[in-house]
């Protein structure tokens, strides 16, 4: 058995050769995963998995609008299908979905959301014919029966299902291939990457506003830049950050996934709460911290890469910037982070 950086296992059980040849046999392949972006880019291992165990398939990807461009570009999927994901109000659109489903006629589905909507989507297609269907809706053909399932962190979850399916290994999430020209921007380096939104609905998982305005002090102090990045409706508290601390950039609602994966490539380090930008920053090769609260276990959801680490306490009040620096300058040896730029 494999294993990632983390000694955590990754790939086949023993007794399984990781060498297995590829199927051949499934010529059309869907693989539906919706969101959000945390656990889509913990699907980006799995997928790659796919791609290699069918390599002469046409594959499709079932998502949501706002991941459609990093799978196409992620060369894993040969189309992109966005679900507008219909209420139980809305038959019409039930019945298009279904329609469009039958008329692929699919040979296998890898549902790597596993939630009662793609669930949903198996039971759809009755009265058949089914393609096989590896997931955990009743009567798939590649059931991931493991009762203790929801207990095992998202990549190790998905690399046993996949597993279950005949696919015998499954790489980290690499994001290598996502780039863009990040000149526009205009960010000087040494650059640190900063996080600090989240779910808007569980404020627990968030570092007080205040103290991540005291890292970027801390930050420019020593002659690194701090780059502010989430999505539009962190503005507030992205902009509150920035009117703190002038040496800051502020790139709220600027950033796409592809921006991101390659300012991650340009950063001597990142840091952010438990939120979807920091496993796409630690799957880029990014130094990650990330910030852990009682409100969700890192053994179950923390990103994994080449150089990452967990802060974890409780009540996130009580994190010290202090120890957050700390934890930078472990991980993050591309700059000498605590001492002033003018000083050996």
Known sequence: MTQDPSGQPVGSPTGHS????????????????LGALGDMVQSLGPMAAI???????????????????????SGYVDDVWLD??????????????????????????????????????????????????????????????????????????????????????????DLSWADSDTRRF?????????????????????????????????????????????????SGLL???????????????????LDLAALARRAAGAVGNDTGPMHLLAAAGCPCTVLFSGESDPVLCAPRGLSVTFLRQPDLRSLAVSDVMASLREIAPGIQLGVPPDQP
């Open 18 to 33: 990781d060498n297995a040849p590829a199927d051949p046999a499934p010529n059309k392949v869907l693989i539906i995963k």
């Open 51 to 73: 791609r290699h165990h069918h390599p002469n398939a046409h594959i499709t990807a079932l998502t949501t609008a706002p991941y459609e461009m990093l799978l196409r570009a």
């Open 84 to 173: 507008t994901k219909p209420r139980w109000f809305q038959p019409g659109r039930w019945n298009d979905l279904r329609s469009r489903l039958h008329a692929a006629e699919f040979h296998r589905v890898y549902d790597l959301q596993t939630s009662d909507r793609s669930s949903f989507y198996h039971h759809l297609l009755w009265p058949g014919p089914f393609p096989e269907w590896s997931g955990i809706a009743r009567g798939c053909s590649h059931p991931h029966a493991n009762p203790e399932r929801d207990t095992l962190h998202t990549i190790d979850r998905q690399s046993e299902q996949l597993f279950d399916a005949g696919i015998p290994q499954v790489p980290l999430p």
């Open 186 to 234: 205009d960010v000087s380096e040494p650059l640190c990457l900063i996080a600090p939104g989240g779910a808007p609905h569980r404020p627990a998982k968030r570092w007080p506003s205040e103290h991540f305005a005291a890292l970027a002090h801390t930050l420019t102090d020593i002659g690194v830049t701090p780059v502010l990045i989430g999505a539009t409706a962190e």
């Open 239 to 257: 902009s509150a950050i920035a009117a703190t601390c002038p040496g800051a950039r502020n790139l709220c609602g600027e950033t796409s996934f």
